[in-house]
């Protein structure tokens, strides 16, 4: 859980805003702060002095997995990679097949306050954990992480586990603003011909679901293949990473965005003044090598919206008091006044591309919300027409605490032919046994309505790929949610109008806010 979570937690629970709840916070500064570390110990004494961790191998090949219960056995290391069910089998990797161990540990270069001050303990931390709530039986996918609002969540079935796979159509928090999204299925594995998701509401909030399906592609097996934010498909060739990252404040992000080992660069929370423009907006400023006559690249990023930007959301809509309901009334009744609404929060919210050029930096668009759940790998086609020199330089911005990237590369090769295929949507039941499949077989704006704490399973026919072809699954999802909350209170006129006002509202809200969840944690810490 991330800093961004707790604050999360506090402030939409005022009562924690104590003692207790600095302690919390403090402890999970400490956690939202870890980062994994090599270690030089042998294994079985580094499982001796972390007996409860989880260990993280690295072989030879390059490859990595993380070990829960880890033991040593003869001339094997074992585990569970299998957090969900408790009678998983162990795993067992050889010795001579494991380069080094690493263990999460505390890296201090991130810790923004000395909560050491705060007399945190784990016992706090867990008692707060243990009132959220459950999913039960042991088939039942893996809760996803305690975010207040979002959108719906997507599971995959790789044959004997539900994994999270997508959160989708992020963002479209009205009707009016329904919109495609085209998502990576990670986990998804056909079985016997078919192919299972499962759909799930598990936030403060109502989902509509106007159409879901499954892309089969088949590709070469020396690419990979991911989607842009208009929910196009690329081929994806090698990925060339980054020689250089540096945020907004100048530190060096580079060992966060070279690979996705989750492991990634967030804003830096403290020392933004809200009255100083350039505290408003944060990012990275990545260089890249060029290949001599490269005109265009691929541009992919690895990353999520924070759950602090989904609390900013709901703040916003909040904002609008006992006049919510009326408001919606109007973005749908006027869906240009919803694009333009939608449009000036993206501006801010969602990262923002730029090249550089002789003449400056030049916009190349925007990577959308993604959702706090999951992080979602998205591309974009980059103009490299105007850069000049072996050297590409990229900047991603954002209003700060928004975003957490993982990694960041750049594909010099050109999109090579795919075959996509729609796969046969063969059933759809709700919880309860009800056939949905016709309200989310087509997009017709006949959608399917799911309350908290509802979900669907979906199954797909999927004939296996042609011989000597690779294949990948991909989610396309259609819809809108509206966040719950209380249509109640004066409409907070001033605020609302700054966004009209203010280019960099959004980013100042989020300052003043965070600037004020770290006082208050100062003061309550003394």
Known sequence: MRISSLFVMCFRHQALLSRACVAILGAVCLSGCMAWQSQNQQPGELIARHPHSTIRVVLHDGGRMDLHKPFVRSDSLGGTTDTVHA??????VAMKDVSHLEIEQVDAGRTFLAVAALGATTALVVSAVDGLGKLSGPTQPAPAPNIKISCPLVYSWDGRHWHLDSGTFGGAIAEALQRTDVDNLDFARAEDGRLRLRVANELAETDHLDGLAVLAVDHDSAVTVAPDSRGGLHAIGTLVPPVRATDDRGVDALPRVVATDGWNWESTVSGRDANRPADLRSGL????????????????????????????????????????????????????????????????AFLAVSVRTPTGWQAQGLIWEAGPEIVKRQVMDLD??????DTVLVRLASAPSFWTIDRVALDFTADRDLTVHELSLLSARDQGGRDVAPLIAAVDHHDYALAHGATADVVFAAPPPPAGRSRSYLVRSTGWYRVDTPDTGEPDVAALAGLGRDSLAVGRASVMRLNAALTAMAERAR
């Open 87 to 92: 009678d998983a089998l162990p795993v067992m």
């Open 285 to 348: 400023e990545l260089a890249f090598v060029r290949p001599h006559g490269a005109m265009r690249a691929h541009l992919v990023v690895d990353a999520n919206s924070s759950t602090w930007g989904t609390w900013m959301l709901e703040e916003f809509i909040r904002a609008h008091g006992r006049a919510t309901r009326a408001w919606y009334d109007s973005m749908n009744a006027h869906p240009q006044l919803a694009l333009a609404v939608q449009a000036r929060l993206a501006r801010e």
């Open 384 to 389: 490299l027409s105007l850069a000049a020199g």
